[in-house]
């Protein structure tokens, strides 16, 4: 059983980690602008339509029946650009049937592609919106900090996000 000084001490912690994780979540919303709604977990995913470097437009529609990765990098990103590798190593390992994974260049294409020229990827670039509301903020990136990842199930329903590079074992369960 536990003394009156552990329970108090208890109650304490439990509402400091109630009142944290309710700050969390409001300093998120504090950035984002009033009138722009974000794709939240649980939810279904937003119409996305974004062009490629090439100009032709890609639906995240086209690929429902799949789940889909959606990285949002920069080239002058470094921790982006060290993500992208593992990106591209695991799209090759799942192939063309499997889940996909869109990289959302929130760039300009003039820097893009002198990127992809040297370090050529085998998933889809698709250019992001970078003016407000910006394509990444659009997807529950609130900070704009990227890399940013948002992950949808075959329903499309977004079932996980994430600020910062992923390390491999999260980007294997996530495309599993």
């Known amino acids: 059983?536990?003394?009156?000084?552990?329970?108090?001490?208890?109650?304490?912690?439990?509402?400091?980690?109630?009142?944290?994780?309710?700050?969390?979540?409001?300093?998120?919303s504090a950035h984002v602008p009033a009138g722009v709604t974000m794709a939240q977990v649980g939810e279904t995913a937003p119409?996305?339509?974004?062009?490629?470097l090439q100009g032709r437009v890609h639906r995240l529609a086209d690929y429902?029946?799949?789940?889909?990765?959606?990285?949002?990098?920069?080239?002058?990103?470094?921790?982006?650009l060290?993500?992208?590798?593992?990106?591209?190593?695991?799209?090759?390992?799942?192939g063309e049937k499997g889940p996909v994974v869109l990289g959302?260049?929130?760039?300009?294409p003039a820097r893009?592609?002198?990127f992809l020229d040297h370090h050529p990827l085998r998933f889809p670039i698709l250019?992001?919106?970078m003016e407000p509301p910006s394509t990444s903020l659009s997807w529950g990136d609130s900070g704009e900090v990227l890399p940013y990842s948002v992950l949808i199930d075959a329903d499309g329903r977004v079932i996980a996000t994430h600020r910062g590079p992923l390390d491999t074992t999260t980007l294997d369960q996530w495309l599993r």
Not at 47 to 52: A, H, K, N, Q
């Open 82 to 94: 060290d993500e992208l590798p593992a990106l591209d190593k695991m799209q090759a390992k799942f």
């Open 127 to 129: 250019l992001g919106r």
């Open 112 to 114: 893009v592609r002198p």
């Open 1 to 28: 059983m536990l003394s009156r000084d552990n329970l108090v001490i208890l109650g304490v912690a439990v509402l400091a980690a109630a009142l944290g994780g309710w700050l969390q979540h409001e300093s998120r």
């Open 104 to 108: 959302i260049a929130m760039d300009e």
């Open 64 to 80: 429902r029946g799949r789940r889909v990765l959606l990285n949002f990098w920069a080239s002058w990103c470094g921790p982006c």
């Open 47 to 52: 119409v996305l339509e974004l062009p490629d």
